[in-house]
């Protein structure tokens, strides 16, 4: 059964950070891009971050960047998001999924999801 899990969620004070596991089972992560995205209530999902197969393309939302690292270990079958200097708007559901080789900041573009980690920012 091919399925990713996230982990690594909880609650921070601003400026905190926070490190986002996400789990591949069912399937080779070795040929797929991976792919962080977001949702806090009331507003669209909206892609963080993402990897492509070979870890030699990435992308960050613009929000995001020099704040947030991604990167994987395929022999560990894990993709990891690196959060620093967080701050309240960034309080989110954030989802990990997986797509085909490339990288892309579009949710269409990834066809399995997993179920979702809370990450609170907060004084």
């Known amino acids: 059964q091919v399925q990713i899990v996230e982990s690594g969620g909880g609650s921070v004070q601003p400026g905190g950070s926070l490190r986002l596991s996400c789990v591949a089972s069912g399937f080779i992560l070795d040929y797929s891009a991976i792919g962080w995205f977001r949702q806090a209530p009331g507003k669209e999902r909206e892609g963080v971050s993402c990897i492509s197969s070979t870890g030699g393309s990435t992308y960050y939302l613009n929000s995001v960047k020099g704040r947030f690292f991604i990167d994987r270990d395929n022999s560990k079958k894990t993709v990891y998001l690196q959060m620093n200097s967080l701050k309240p708007e960034d309080t989110a559901v954030y989802y990990c999924?997986?797509?085909?080789?490339?990288?892309?900041?579009?949710?269409?573009?990834?066809?399995?999801w997993g179920q979702g980690t809370q990450v609170t920012v907060s004084s």
């Open positions: 999924a997986k797509g085909r080789y490339y990288c892309s900041g579009l949710d269409k573009e990834y066809n399995v």
